[in-house]
């Protein structure tokens, strides 16, 4: 699809047709898995539409990298090996010894991990904030030295929520750039860089693969003179994804929307359901009225997503049964795929930071709410939560 169209287009369609015209030799109508690691040269230097060596550049990776440019309204899209891999190079392109990060004190835990025991030791320092309080985040800004202002909005799993609008107003005040992981969301529910951010981090693992069948991060930039240092880093670094990880990627990210809507319907179902049962003590989700988040979440989001926590009666205890007795929902770690996913966060996702400021409630239990029919998933929560 050409960019002036794109640009016009609305989500689905860009979803499905940018970054990639139908082949000019085959009219292949889908990006061909391009298996090869170099490109024959016509004469020394005669590259064939830039292509050199495959991790500089691979089509089919162009074409996925196309198309999340195109869904998060960005100026350049990049694909990486992991979600991870995606955040250690951009934090080597824009950070360098000395300089400071203000991180969510919920972060996601790989992504604490990474500050705390990796960058930490190369002389990035951190701070962690709660996203939801603004003024928290501004106190730990530190002027001079903070180059990032990193959020995720919701986060993981008491599903906060950050005001993307004024998290990036007082980032440009102090001349950091404000970084959003987007994966809770996705691009179909919330595009930051509209509000103001000035990266969209996602793994891509979660939501825009979405059939749990591969690994992968992504960025997308708006500035053009960042956008070349992150391509710049992405080569030099090298922790991109093979090109059959990104036709997967890609084939995932083309049905985004049908399927978020479904995510977001089932969710929904089964926030109703439990909302309503004896054994439940609270349910946690940013469409609730009486979650703290829901205003802004409101006005960003599009709808609420379709990640649920709810805490139970009976502690822990009751909390290890539920998971256990689950049959639809499939006891396990990651999220965003088509099916639904049951984990226990003490013990399982957040397990490493128990007995830390940021250890999750025992009876706290996270669902990833998948596409199966609404009234089977909410069936075997009834079964599960017993009587
Ligand atoms: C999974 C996840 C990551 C890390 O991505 P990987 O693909 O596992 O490396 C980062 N942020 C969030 C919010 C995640 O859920």
Same mark, same amino acid.
């Given at each position: 699809m050409s960019q002036e169209h794109a640009e016009k287009a609305g989500f689905e369609t860009r979803a499905i047709h940018a970054g990639y015209e139908p082949?000019?030799?085959?009219?292949?109508v889908i990006p061909p898995i391009?298996?090869?690691s170099t490109y024959k040269q016509d004469?020394? &230097? &005669?590259l064939r539409g830039g292509y050199e060596y495959s991790r500089s550049a691979n089509p089919t990776r162009t074409a996925l990298e196309g198309a999340l440019a195109a869904v998060e309204e960005g100026e350049r899209g990049f694909a990486f090996a992991s979600g991870l891999a995606s955040e250690d190079t951009l934090l080597r392109t824009v950070c360098r010894p000395g300089d400071h990060v203000v991180i969510p004190d919920d972060a996601y835990g790989g992504t604490h991990r990474l500050f705390d025991k990796v960058e930490q030791a190369w002389g990035l320092a951190h701070s962690p904030a709660p996203v939801s309080d603004v003024d928290a985040v501004r106190a730990a800004i530190r002027p001079g030295e903070t180059k990032i202002v990193w959020v995720e909005?919701?986060?993981?799993?008491? !599903?906060n929520i950050g005001d993307i609008e004024a998290l990036a107003g007082l980032a440009h005040e102090a001349g950091a750039i404000l970084v959003v992981d987007n994966t809770f969301a996705s691009p179909y529910l919330q595009q930051p860089l509209t509000l103001g951010a000035d990266v969209v981090m996602h793994s891509t693992t979660k939501y825009v693969g979405g059939h749990s069948d591969v690994v992968g991060g992504a960025l997308v930039v708006r500035d053009l003179d960042l956008a070349e240092r992150v391509a710049y880093h992405q080569n030099a670094l090298g922790a991109v994804p093979g090109p059959f990880d990104a036709f997967l990627t890609h084939r995932g990210l083309k049905t985004l929307g049908v399927r978020m809507d479904r995510h977001c319907d089932n969710a929904e179902a089964v926030v109703d359901f439990l909302t309503g049962h004896?054994?439940?003590?609270q349910v946690i989700y940013?469409? !609730?009225?009486?979650?703290? &988040?829901h205003e802004v979440a409101a006005r960003q989001m599009t709808r609420f997503g379709g990640m649920v926590s709810f805490r139970v009666s009976g502690g822990e205890q009751h909390a290890l049964e539920v998971c256990d007795r689950a049959r639809v929902f499939t006891l396990g770690e990651s999220l965003g795929g088509v099916e639904s996913l049951i984990e226990h966060p003490g013990r399982m996702t957040h397990a490493s930071v128990a007995g830390t400021d940021l250890e999750v409630p025992a009876d706290l239990i996270r669902l990833s709410v998948g596409i199966e029919t609404a009234t089977d998933l909410v069936a075997d929560l009834e079964q599960a939560l017993g009587d």
């Open positions: 082949d000019p030799t085959t009219g292949a391009y298996a090869t004469g020394v &230097g &005669g909005t919701p986060t993981n799993p008491l !599903l004896p054994a439940v003590t940013p469409g !609730l009225a009486e979650h703290p &988040g």
